[in-house]
């Protein structure tokens, strides 16, 4: 019954990744787009800490825990976002649904093998603006698009404590970006010009991780995580139109003429990651901990020479978080079953627009639901943060987002003694 679930979930994901629009953020105009992929549901909701192998649940951000899982696991995960973003004089709201992360992870003895995929970053921002003179300027800036991974990794237990692991990530993806101006308030029919960049993205990386877990004594135990992803290369395969159009009373837009204007291929550099992180915590009871991402976000770039008035910087993640299992054992009373989680995460964003920093800052809070009979369980999490500032001419967006996870666990591979 569950491998039916599966290939019907997978089924439906695979129809709609392409078409989503999963961020609205105007930020989502620099670099690669709007980062979305920040770990599972039940990660996420522990304000992105990772450090804790588990033997249901799969972790896609560290290739090393799939050696602790004993079950085969299912996970799929998605977000509905509401943001509302502001200047000093504007404000705007907007609302997204998006599917996150569809993976598995298979135990075989001491390896574990996870693949998948992951919607990684994201391009969806719809920008106008006025500018008043004799006559108006109306400048309207739209962006749909964004970067997919598919992946495959090995986690390897080395012993009963240590585990290695690698995966690697193909890149894929589109960007389509529009820009169009026109003046109002002519006595003639309005025209104006519009310039269309599409950007085909193409890239390969790798992801490295070890993970160490001990028992301190009979109660308590420590966990460590470790993860680095070397720098790498994405190809943007690069064209440009350039069309005189005239804009209708109906508001359609009409093409007089169309121009291919010829622009280089670029390559943008995908920074390196070093993540390091502890945790301490009573197994199937309660755990605490914290991680520090590092992000060398300074080799990152625009698609194009001609962007203005961003650069980027260093980037530095604080994530802190746990959880807490009242009685995972007990027979009488559910709730007393569900897996608590919350945390925080701070960081700069590693973009810089007009010399500020874009820092973003979130507090989360998640439950797992187990489902009775099963080592299965719907893990919800919520999260509400603030990114950007309103003033000096930039944008703040406040956020409040609902992620819901399926993860489904079972034992596949098994030779049955009777029929």
């Known amino acids: 019954m569950i491998k039916k679930i599966i290939v019907s979930i997978s089924l439906l994901f695979s129809l709609t990744l392409f078409a989503q629009e999963s961020t609205s953020s105007p930020y989502s105009f620099y670099g690669i787009g709007d980062v979305k992929f920040k770990g599972t549901v039940e990660n996420r909701s522990m304000g992105g800490l990772s450090v804790l192998p588990d033997s249901i649940h799969m972790n896609i951000q560290n290739p090393a825990h799939y050696a602790s899982l004993k079950l085969t696991n299912f996970a799929i995960g998605g977000t509905y976002a509401n943001s509302k973003s ?83 990530q193909y890149n894929f993806g589109k960007i389509e970006t529009t820009n169009a101006r ?38 308590y135990s420590f966990y460590s995580s470790l993860i680095y992803s070397p720098e790498a290369t994405l190809t943007f395969q690069n064209s440009r139109t350039i069309e005189l159009v005239q804009f209708l009373a109906s508001g359609a837009v009409s093409v007089v003429e169309t121009n291919d204007i010829p622009i280089s291929d670029t390559k943008i550099k995908l920074p390196s990651k070093l993540a390091f992180g502890s945790g301490f915590g009573e197994v199937k009871k309660w755990l605490v901990g914290g991680e ?24 530095v993640r604080y994530s802190i978080g746990g ?7 007990s027979y009488s009373n559910y709730f007393k079953r569900i897996v608590y989680r919350g945390g925080l995460r701070y960081e700069n964003t590693g973009l810089v627009i007009q010399n500020k920093s874009i820092n973003d800052i979130a507090g989360t809070f998640g439950m797992g639901l187990p489902l009775s009979g099963t080592f ?7 999260e509400i943060g603030k990114r950007g500032t309103k003033y000096y001419n930039l944008v703040q967006e406040n956020y409040f987002n609902i992620s819901v996870g399926l993860s489904l666990s079972d034992r596949w591979f098994v030779k049955r003694k009777y029929d």
């Open 86 to 168: 502001k200047t000093e004089v504007q404000e705007g709201k907007a609302r997204r649904t998006s599917l996150d992360y569809l993976a598995i992870a298979v135990p075989v003895g001491k390896l574990g093998i996870g693949f998948g995929l992951i919607p990684y970053s994201s391009v969806g921002y719809k920008i106008e603006k006025r500018t008043s003179a004799t006559n108006t300027t109306y400048s309207n800036y739209t962006g749909t698009g964004g970067i997919n991974k598919v992946f495959a990794g090995l986690g390897y237990k080395i012993t009963k404590d240590l585990n290695i692991g690698a995966d690697i």
């Open 182 to 219: 026109y003046l109002s308030g002519l006595d003639f029919i309005e025209y104006g010009t519009r310039e269309n960049n599409i950007s085909d993205v193409r890239g390969v990386n790798f992801d490295l991780g070890l993970s160490y877990q001990t028992k301190l004594n009979s109660k």
């Open 292 to 315: 520090i991402t590092l992000l060398q976000n300074s080799v990152l770039s625009n698609r194009f020479t001609d962007i203005q008035g961003a650069t980027f910087e260093n980037t």
């Open 323 to 329: 959880f807490f299992i009242p009685n995972y054992n």
């Open 376 to 382: 299965s369980n719907i893990n919800i999490g919520l």
